[in-house]
Nanobody
Framework: QVQLVESGGGLVQAGGSLRLSCAAS????????MAWYRQAPGKQRELVAT???????NYADFVKGRFTVSRDNAKNTAYLQMNSLKPEDTAVYYCYAAISLTWNGPTNYWGQGTQVTVSS
């Protein structure tokens, strides 16, 4: 069984920081692209950042310069360092990973979500 377990969410004041973690576990062959999404109440889920297995990254415009996505391939873990947080960053943050169980193509997996609340 493969799963993604997220942690690191919480309540923080505007201007503060949080670091989210997403660990893939179980019988897996390779963790390919990982990504972070977020969804605020009444809004669609939106892409925050992506990171490939060779550490190429992409960011949504609204987090550039504030958030940093990284990964530790030895631990099959992705991170999202969130600095200079704003109240509009409040959302449930979801981890995504494309995971190969064999030599065949990858399967999509999602974390359970972690709440990030930024107070003004």
């Amino acid at each position: 069984q493969v799963q993604l377990v997220e942690s690191g969410g919480g309540l923080v004041q505007a201007g503060g920081s949080l670091r989210l973690s997403c660990a893939a576990s179980g019988r897996l062959f390779r963790v390919n692209t990982m990504a972070w999404y977020r969804q605020a109440p009444g809004k669609q889920r939106e892409l925050v950042a992506t990171i490939t297995s060779d550490h190429n990254t992409n960011y949504a415009d609204f987090v550039k310069g504030r958030f940093t996505v990284s990964r530790d391939n030895a631990k099959n873990t992705a991170y999202l360092q969130m600095n200079s947080l704003k109240p509009e960053d409040t959302a449930v943050y979801y981890c995504y990973a494309a995971i190969s169980l064999t030599w065949n193509g990858p399967t999509n997996y999602w974390g359970q979500g972690t709440q990030v609340t930024v107070s003004s």
